[in-house]
């Protein structure tokens, strides 16, 4: 079965970081992109960033800068390193493989940017 | 604003037959496929729709997508009581550089 589980969400004050992880199983990790897309509450669908197979990355222009995506298909992992984090950036943080369409889809994990 | 036009909500009784449309512009609709995806209350989003109209397995033959130009559309018959959910269209964006999502539709079955 195909499974994606994310960590690493928690509370965290504004100008600060966190690292997510996702651990990817039942699949050739390698094989394919891997995306971030996050929802905050209440609100819609926002893809954050993508890396594909050969490390190529690409970020949406609200995270670009402070947000950097790697992978570790040694350990079938997906990361995102948030850096400089805003209240804006509190969501619900879902990563996605990149197959025909982002599917499957972790059941995600908050982060919470408050003082 | 998103780059991808939603309307914000759609209803319907069950057994009818709904669309939702999803506007967006040359450099993402108009260039690329577009993909549809349910999200039930209080879970992860699922893909409904990939490659403008194909279903994946396990996706019922009552979700049908299109694709016209620069816009899509999802349409729903026999709507049933479970297809109550959040609707997102998506695709990929040539002057962004990056994936874009619609705002959303949240379609009740009255």
């Known amino acids: 079965e195909v499974q994606l589980v994310e960590s690493g969400g928690g509370l965290v004050q504004p100008g600060g970081s966190l690292r997510l992880s996702c651990a990817a199983s039942g699949f050739t990790f390698s094989s394919y992109d891997m995306h971030w897309v996050r929802q905050a509450t209440g609100k819609g669908l926002e893809w954050v960033s993508g890396?594909?197979?050969?490390?190529?990355?690409y970020y949406s222009d609200s995270v670009k800068g402070r947000f950097t995506i790697s992978r570790e298909n040694a350990k079938n992992s997906l990361y995102l390193q948030m850096n400089s984090l805003r209240a804006g950036d509190t969501a619900v943080y879902y990563c996605?493989?990149?197959?025909?369409?982002?599917?499957?889809w972790g059941q995600g994990t908050l982060v919470t940017v408050s003082s | 604003q998103s780059v991808l036009t939603q309307p914000p909500s759609a209803s319907g009784t069950p057994g009818q037959r709904i669309t939702i449309s999803c506007s967006g512009s040359s450099s993402n609709i108009g260039s690329h496929t577009v993909y549809w995806y349910q999200q039930l209350p209080g879970t992860a989003p699922k893909l409904l729709i990939y490659n403008n109209n194909q279903r994946p397995s396990g996706v019922p033959d009552r979700f049908s997508g299109s694709k016209s130009g620069t816009s899509a559309s999802l349409a729903i018959s026999g709507l049933q009581s479970e297809d109550e959910a959040d609707y997102y269209c998506a695709v990929w964006d040539d002057s962004l550089n990056g994936w874009v999502f619609g705002g959303g539709t949240k379609l009740t079955v009255l």
């Open positions: 890396i594909g197979t050969a490390g190529d990355t």
């Open positions: 996605a493989r990149g197959a025909l369409g982002f599917d499957p």
